[in-house]
């Protein structure tokens, strides 16, 4: 992805899953490094103080965020005072073991990012998914869910499970996460899934070669409970704030309006532009306070991503060198995996073609008609790129197209990975040193690897 806006909201915030894609599960582990090689303030200094202007504003303002989808924000966190209890009955239950990304979803739908969904999706709710993008609710309304949230068990799990309707959840490393009561286990067609999801069953696809080809033949479905939040302890944990958390924390800032910008790669300038731009425009509208949700994808990332703790960090020197205002800017990690399969503007390339698998246009489009988004104000955006005239990241001027220069993120990495400078005026200097510095690292940790060549 080079510049897309994944969810760009006015008046209205939906603390919704609304992922997209996911890829190669090889060097998943974010590595938390004893020694930095890099260090700055922490995003957490950037605590926004209310300009004269908003603080002058009626205490009356509230946020005005619509209901979440099903009227009621989902928590599926089990009360501090019935966890030992809880835990005894799931340490007597059949047990299911979860992977990295099966944890990250068990993050998703216990905190309400996915509601109204309070489990793994049963096969009504994963077929509805799968063939119409959306679930009906029992009053007849339509809630827009066009990823299936479902866990994978294969032949052994299943028949240890028997009849038993719930089952106690393991994770990675094999600790008590919750249970899954009231199950339902359904036939995994993996070819349909495939197809339905990513449009193409060609071979390349990165999430289907490491997930759900080698996943389970059998997909189980039920209302989940967790014992406890889920915690990562990489330092990052603080930044993670929950749906809850977060319509707080726009109610403090007396925010009327709420636009969100998710993104798994480094910001840069163009970034900038169209979030500084929405803000504008907002504020032209008659808008008092809008507030920008930056939201890094915390969840799995291919392995030529840049690391959480590496993004993050490059975020920090974004607000500290003021392209982005820390005063009207609330930072939070998106808990989600990654299932790259998203339309995107700037295009996502074929598998195996040299060609997009998708017509970059058609995702406004498709947003623009999707079922169960009737209640968001979503404000279309202009592609940004490198001016090679003014020297800046600008609007995309189709009359003199050949001024303008379109770097990829993967174009961005590979920059930083040679060490070479990308244009003035694309990142912020201070952004760039953290990248450079985190792709010399890794180049001084592979030549340490490198076998010694002995002569004689």
């Known amino acids: ?25 090889t060097d998943y582990n974010v590595k938390i490094r004893p020694k930095p090689i890099y260090h700055s303030n ?3 200094a950037f605590q926004p103080k209310m300009s004269a202007a908003v603080q002058s504003a009626s205490s009356a303002i509230q946020s005005s ?8 924000l989902v928590d599926l966190v089990v009360r501090e005072s019935e966890r030992g209890l809880r835990t005894t009955e799931a340490e007597s239950m059949p047990k299911v073991k979860l992977t990295k990304i099966d944890l990250e979803w068990v993050h998703v739908v216990s905190e309400g990012w996915a509601s ?6 049963r096969e009504n709710e994963y077929l509805q998914s799968l063939h ?5 609710m029992k009053d007849g309304s339509i809630v827009n869910m066009s990823l299936p949230i479902v866990l994978a068990i294969d032949d052994e799990t ?5 009849s038993s309707t719930n089952v106690a959840l393991l994770g990675p490393t094999g600790d008590l996460i919750g249970i899954l009561r009231s199950i339902e286990i359904y036939k995994h067609n993996k070819e349909e899934r495939i197809a339905r999801t990513w449009g193409t069953t060609a071979a390349g696809l990165p999430y289907v070669e490491e997930v759900i080809t080698p996943a389970g033949n059998w997909l189980v479905g039920g209302d989940l409970e967790v014992l406890k939040p889920i915690k990562y302890n990489d330092g990052l944990d603080h930044y993670r704030l929950s749906p809850q958390q977060l319509r707080k924390e726009f109610d403090n800032r007396q925010a009327d309006a709420i636009f969100a910008f998710q993104l798994r790669n480094p910001i840069h300038n163009g970034h900038a532009l169209l979030m500084n731009d929405t803000r504008r425009r907002l504020l032209e509208m008659g808008y008092k306070n809008p507030i920008l949700l930056l939201h890094p994808l915390g ?12 993004r993050m960090e490059q975020h920090s020197k974004v607000l500290e060198d003021g392209v982005l205002d820390p005063e009207t800017t609330i930072v939070s990690i ?28 058609h995702g406004k489009k498709v947003l623009s008609m999707a079922l169960g988004l009737e209640k968001l104000n979503i404000l279309p955006f202009r592609v940004a790129a490198y001016d090679t005239v003014e020297k800046k990241m600008a609007f995309f001027d189709p009359s003199r197209a050949k001024d303008f220069l379109f770097i990829s993120g993967t174009k961005m990495r590979t920059f930083a990975r040679s060490g070479e400078n990308p244009p003035d005026g694309f990142m912020c200097p201070g952004g760039w040193k953290v990248l450079v510095q985190y792709y010399e690292s890794l180049q001084a940790e592979e030549a340490t690897q490198q076998p010694a060549i002995l002569t004689c």
């Open 1 to 25: 992805m080079s510049l897309t806006i994944k969810v760009h909201i006015a008046a209205h915030f939906h603390l919704n899953l609304r992922t997209a894609k996911q890829a190669k599960l």
């Open 42 to 44: 922490q995003l957490i």
């Open 65 to 72: 965020l619509i209901e979440p989808d099903g009227g009621v």
């Open 116 to 121: 109204p969904l309070r489990g793994f999706m």
């Open 132 to 136: 119409f993008n959306c679930l009906r």
């Open 158 to 162: 299943k028949e240890r499970i028997g």
């Open 299 to 310: 969840g799995f990332t291919k392995a030529d991503d840049v690391p959480l703790d590496v």
């Open 334 to 361: 998106f808990p989600s995996p990654m299932h790259y399969a998203g339309r995107d503007p700037a295009g996502m390339g074929h598998p195996t073609e040299k060609r997009d698998l998708y017509d970059p246009d």
